[in-house]
């Protein structure tokens, strides 16, 4: 199923990590454009559906989605040590980032330029997502996935309007999987 | 003590922040503003912006944040490591599942439910960073419209969809742009 990817060293892992979570603003979800950029269009370590399932494995367990994710491509890539050296890479910028900017925040929180410059990196950041949902789209519209089209939407419209917690999402939609699935087993097994 | 008080703590969001950064953050305020008064509301708040303009998981800045704040660099060591411990043997055991099990339809079932709602909750992030972008804080009206930042955001998205370019180039010029602007707009007013 992964056979034709490549394979990285644990120190590839590590350092692709790092920079990817060295250079995220934010976190979370807007980390999953550069994931694509790195690992799937520059590295070939994944393709671009296992990209789609490393989030989702990583957004059903609790903690940083983006650690969790990439914790799982460690250990499809190279197992335990791999695990632990995407682990490092991507937590370690954060820490260290933030034990630094701990001591004189107040300086960093109250300065016009940066609040000037975040505000065109936002404009910047919901552009690239926009870009990422439109490419993780396009293949659900290509194959006529209906009831692929239908969840997305019935998520998206919880979750913008009603806030409802993302672990709740993924939870439901896992269920609406399985109920899916078995019904479609039914009907096939019908006919 | 202090340790094994901030070991245990963040443990205990890392096990139950289901849902992500955000989710952990109710967890985080309940452990460390109201049980152990190690950050006040306002070091909260300011934990939460600090989060947004510095890189890498919001949960793992503030374990860090708490960590410095209540025993330097070796409390943010510890309270990071508590933080993503429960998280790493969640994913390890789903790892082991789906190494085993992975092409049973049950699972292959639960995952085909999982990726269109992934797409559906990246989308939710990125409408919220766009209309944090172009309205702030203030409420969604053509007069509060920052248009700067709202006719930026189409730009960018336009060269992406047209040049390819890398995100990260993308998000940074975009950050220069900004400089830019407030720059120029101070030297006209």
Redesign the interface.
């Given at each position: 199923?992964y056979a034709k990817t490549k394979k990285p060293t644990c120190w590839a892992l590590f350092l692709n990590t790092f920079i990817l979570?060295?250079?995220?603003?934010?976190?979370?979800?807007?980390m999953?454009?550069?994931m694509r950029?790195r690992f799937v269009d520059k590295l070939g370590w994944i393709d671009r559906d296992e990209l789609?399932?490393l989030?989702?494995?990583?957004?059903?367990?609790?903690?940083?989605?983006?650690?969790?994710s990439t914790?799982?491509m460690g250990?499809?890539l190279l197992g335990t040590r791999g695990?632990v050296s995407a682990?490092l890479g991507?937590?370690l910028?954060?820490?260290i980032?933030?034990?630094a900017?701990?001591r004189f925040?107040e300086l960093?929180?109250d300065n016009?330029?940066?609040s000037?410059?975040?505000?065109?990196?936002?404009?910047?950041?919901?552009?690239?997502?926009?870009?990422?949902?439109?490419n993780?789209?396009s293949p659900?519209l290509k194959r006529s996935?209906v009831t692929?089209?239908a969840?997305?939407?019935?998520?998206?419209l919880v979750?913008?309007l009603y806030d409802v917690?993302?672990?709740?999402?993924?939870?439901s939609?896992?269920?609406?999987?399985?109920i899916?699935?078995?019904i479609r087993?039914k009907r096939g097994k019908a006919a | 003590m202090i340790f094994l008080k901030l070991f245990l703590s963040f443990c205990y969001i890392g096990a139950l922040s289901f849902g992500g950064g955000y989710a952990a953050l109710p967890l985080i305020r309940e452990q460390c503003v109201d049980l152990n008064a190690w950050l006040s509301m306002a070091e909260f708040s300011d934990l939460l912006t600090i989060s947004q303009i510095t890189p890498g998981p919001i949960a793992i800045n503030s374990a860090t944040f708490v960590g410095m704040k209540t025993a330097g660099i070796p409390g943010a060591v510890v309270a990071s490591i508590g933080f993503m411990l429960p998280p790493f043997i969640i994913v390890t055991l789903i790892f082991l599942i789906f190494k085993k099990y992975g092409r049973l339809p049950l699972l292959q079932d639960i995952l085909s439910g999982l990726k269109p709602a992934v797409v559906a909750l990246i989308a939710v992030a990125g409408m919220d960073i766009l209309f944090e972008a172009v309205w702030g804080s203030q409420a969604i009206s053509l007069a509060s419209t920052n248009i700067f930042t709202a006719a930026l955001a189409v730009m960018a998205f336009t060269v992406m969809r047209i040049r390819k370019t890398g995100a990260i180039s993308v998000i940074l010029v975009c950050g220069i742009i900004g400089v830019l602007q407030h720059f120029v707009t101070g030297l006209l007013l």
């Open positions: 199923m979570s060295a250079f995220t603003i934010g976190g979370g979800y807007v999953v454009p550069l950029e789609a399932e989030i989702a494995l990583g957004q059903s367990a609790p903690g940083a989605m983006v650690v969790n914790v799982i250990y499809r695990a682990l991507t937590a910028p954060p820490l980032i933030l034990s900017v701990c925040y960093i929180r016009a330029y940066v000037a410059a975040l505000r065109g990196m936002r404009a910047g950041v919901a552009a690239v997502i926009a870009d990422t949902v439109v993780m789209v659900y996935g692929s089209l969840i997305m939407a019935a998520a998206f979750s913008f917690n993302a672990g709740y999402v993924i939870l939609c896992g269920v609406l999987g399985i899916i699935g078995a087993r | -």
